[in-house]
């Protein structure tokens, strides 16, 4: 199965800021979906980004992805106090991801007030 | 629309118990994963389910099953229940493996003592 490598492990920043993680992955991917955990709570799907797209929006989100160094990051604009949470890629395999799911450590963003 | 449902949020079972977890998903949704979340190891994936077949399963014990109904609705099942169960279990649903974002339930809260 695939398991996306999120970096940093930890990021503290000031309200209003941006905070930028990355995601590692080691094989082709069919997509690349990300997401946001509160504390002790489920996770939320952000984003999805397919492997023949490059960038894409979504609010204060951008995510790209560059498939030829098997990358991807998610920019978060503006940062808010309600960010603070953490951040999961998932890289899904190409056929379908029948493998489910695979997380890394994710990264842990402390939106500073 | 409703979102995933999972029942009970909290659970307290004793070492050696058995223990039973349910899922509604998203109506039409047709996959159906399951998670185990722990300080320790992070989310691990336990199994998917795809129109009452399980297409895959994450490296646990054989104490570890899961079942879905035409209806799409899941269970999942822990036997003999230990101490290093105890963690955040998360269902996910999505429209077809993979290839679309997954929307998680809250979770349920398993205690073991």
């Known amino acids: 199965s695939q398991q996306g490598e999120e970096d940093p492990q930890a990021l503290s920043i000031q309200e209003g800021e941006n905070a930028t993680m990355n995601c590692s992955y080691k094989?082709?991917?069919?997509?690349l979906q990300w997401y946001r955990q509160n504390s002790g709570r489920g996770l939320v799907h952000l984003i999805l980004?397919?492997?023949?797209?490059r960038e894409k929006h979504s609010g204060r989100l951008r995510v790209t992805l560059d498939t030829s160094k098997k990358s991807s990051s998610l920019l978060i604009t503006a940062s808010r106090a309600a960010d603070t949470a953490s951040y999961f890629c998932?890289?899904?395999?190409?056929?379908?991801?029948?493998?489910?799911?695979?997380f890394g450590k994710g990264t842990h963003l402390i939106i500073q007030p | 629309k409703a979102g995933v449902t999972q029942t009970p949020r909290y659970l307290i079972k004793t070492r050696g118990q058995q223990v039973t977890l349910s899922c509604s998903p998203i109506?039409?949704?047709?996959?159906v994963s399951w998670y185990q979340q722990t300080p320790g190891q992070g989310l691990q994936f336990l199994f998917e389910?795809?129109?009452?077949?399980?297409?895959n399963k994450g490296n646990f014990p054989g104490r570890f099953s899961g079942r879905q109904f035409s209806n799409s609705r899941s269970e999942m099942n822990v036997s003999t229940l230990e101490l290093g169960d105890s963690a955040l279990y998360l269902c996910?649903?999505?429209?077809?493996?993979?290839?679309?974002?997954?929307?998680f339930g809250s979770g349920t809260r398993l205690t073991v003592v």
């Open positions: 980004i397919r492997s023949n797209e």
């Open positions: 109506s039409g949704h047709r996959s």
């Open positions: 389910y795809f129109s009452e077949t399980q297409r």
């Open positions: 094989t082709s991917i069919n997509n």
């Open positions: 996910a649903s999505s429209l077809l493996q993979g290839d679309y974002g997954y929307t």
């Open positions: 998932a890289p899904v395999l190409r056929g379908g991801g029948a493998d489910g799911l695979t």
